[in-house]
């Protein structure tokens, strides 16, 4: 019998074992989405517990929580932060088979070189070594990137950001690269009138320019697109339920605009109609100044009304939805292609039954240019976990290039969670491994050492391709 999360956890081969070891651990991490705050990584920040660093903000660890009977006071609450991390460690040890355990003790060990089990009875002691160690040199954000060997990362910001951290970290001595990444939904949210009105006002004060109409409202996006361009942003991302493609003419975009402006509401066709017309500009921005658009597809935001109200987005109300994407998304992505602006493209899915539909439609918009110019994205969400991994990676492989796949990202707000990478590169080098054994590729070192490492690292660099410009 194994022992638990030994230094070969999932690596079920002597094939696999020496992918990992001596090819995946060593590469570089290039986190290109994840949702840290670039404020903190500009005033290098300070931790001083460990709710602060790896509670606060985790609504994977409330979900969990809070269907383990634990109180919200716990959770998103005013409870001390010592009896918030006493509580988690009061559900780790009924996450058993859940990802979350896997996590929680990866984050342990890299980096506090914690390997004890979490749970009540070793809770206090984790906590006093944590703290000190998170108060002591070594451990500022900052720090905590270097020392799990992070090339690159991208965050997530809107278009009325002024960028201003973004532009402190370019400045300071800080090694890794920190770019924007530009992520525009609340520009297309025209459900609201009121809460839409307001954002384009604000949108008005960022740009310093006037909007009068659709066409002055696409030319402020268009002029911070390039704002965001000249601060190094190379990415853009749509975090969206569906992808949505219907037919509009420009009159009819423009009435549209007039009557939210005014304070309507706007039908359904006339909703889906203005994000349609939006996923089109926006893909048109992105081809200009040679960006990556991502799209991620499938969530269910906000079910529990009751507890939006009370606490807002973003809290563990989110699950997986099941609206149409495969007609829309070849339909937006066909038209763009027909017009010569469709850019590179990364597409993740929420819903694991779209996992063969998603990886077979990246195939239908590859052009030659670049290797794996229209990617699948990683298990993300509630796929990222060793199933969700391992079935992704299975579906790319039978349907299109996994040797070209640009590898695993946080999509994370904590800066502990760079081990979600070695937990990825752990299944990618067992996933080969044990292929390799069964016979069924070749175990070919040098062959399969290439693949891990451009999987692991080499793909995104090049696929991304941050050019001094950007640095």
Not at 172 to 200: H, I, T
Not at 246 to 265: E, H, M, P, V, W
Not at 310 to 330: C, N, R, T, V, Y
Request: aromatic share 12%; charged share 25%; net charge negative.
């Amino acid at each position: 019998m194994k022992s638990f999360m030994d230094e070969d956890f999932l690596l079920h081969s002597e094939i696999a074992k020496e992918l990992y070891h001596d090819h995946a651990s060593r590469m570089p991490i290039f986190d290109y989405h994840c949702h840290i705050s670039p404020k903190e990584i500009a005033d290098n920040k300070r931790f001083d517990n460990m709710t602060q660093i790896w509670l606060n903000g985790d609504h994977y660890k409330w979900r969990a929580m809070r269907t383990n009977g634990i109180n919200e006071r716990y959770c998103t609450g005013d409870a001390p932060d010592w009896e918030k991390f006493e509580k988690w460690a009061e559900t780790v040890p009924y996450t058993l088979r859940n990802p979350l355990y896997h996590w929680t003790h990866l984050e342990l060990r890299k980096p506090f070189g914690i390997k004890t089990v979490l749970n009540p009875e070793s809770a206090k002691a984790i906590w006093e070594n944590c703290n000190e160690q998170l108060n002591s040199d070594g451990f500022s954000c900052r720090e905590i990137i270097q020392k799990a060997n992070v090339h690159a990362i991208c965050t997530t910001d809107d278009p009325i950001d002024t960028l201003e951290y973004h532009r402190a970290i370019k400045k300071s001595s800080f090694n890794v690269v920190v770019l924007p990444a530009w992520r525009p939904d609340a520009a297309m949210m025209v459900e609201n009138p009121v809460s839409f009105n307001n954002y384009v006002n604000k949108l008005e004060e960022a740009a310093n320019s006037s909007i009068l109409n659709f066409i002055d409202f696409i030319s402020v996006i268009d002029k911070r697109h390039l704002f965001f361009h000249e601060n190094g942003c190379r990415l853009s991302d749509h975090g969206l339920d569906t992808i949505y493609a219907a037919d509009y003419t420009d009159l009819q975009i423009a009435y549209i605009f007039s009557k939210i402006r005014n304070g309507n509401y706007l039908d359904i066709e006339e909703i889906n109609q203005f994000k349609s017309v939006m996923l089109y500009e926006f893909g048109v921005m992105d081809h200009k100044r040679g960006w990556t658009q991502q799209f991620h597809l499938g969530a269910l935001r906000n079910n529990n009304t009751r507890l939006f109200n009370q606490l807002g987005p973003d809290k563990g109300f989110d699950s997986i939805g099941d609206l149409e994407i495969a007609k829309p998304l070849s339909k937006l992505l066909n038209k763009l292609d027909s017009e010569d602006k469709l850019t590179k493209t990364i597409l993740y899915n929420l819903n694991p039954r779209d996992n063969d539909m998603i990886a077979s439609m990246t195939g239908n918009f590859q052009d030659g240019t670049i290797p794996g110019k229209i990617q699948y994205g990683s298990g993300w969400w509630f796929m990222d976990q060793k199933d969700g991994m391992e079935n992704q990676m299975k579906s790319l492989s039978n349907l299109g290039l996994l040797s070209r796949f640009v590898g695993m990202l946080t999509d994370s707000r904590s800066f502990l969670s760079y081990s979600r990478h070695e937990y990825f590169r752990r299944i990618l080098c067992n996933l080969l491994g044990n292929d390799a054994v069964n016979g069924e590729i070749p175990a070919d070192m040098k062959l399969l050492a290439k693949m891990a490492e451009d999987i692991s690292f080499n793909n995104a660099e090049k696929y991304f391709n941050f050019g001094s410009d950007t640095k």
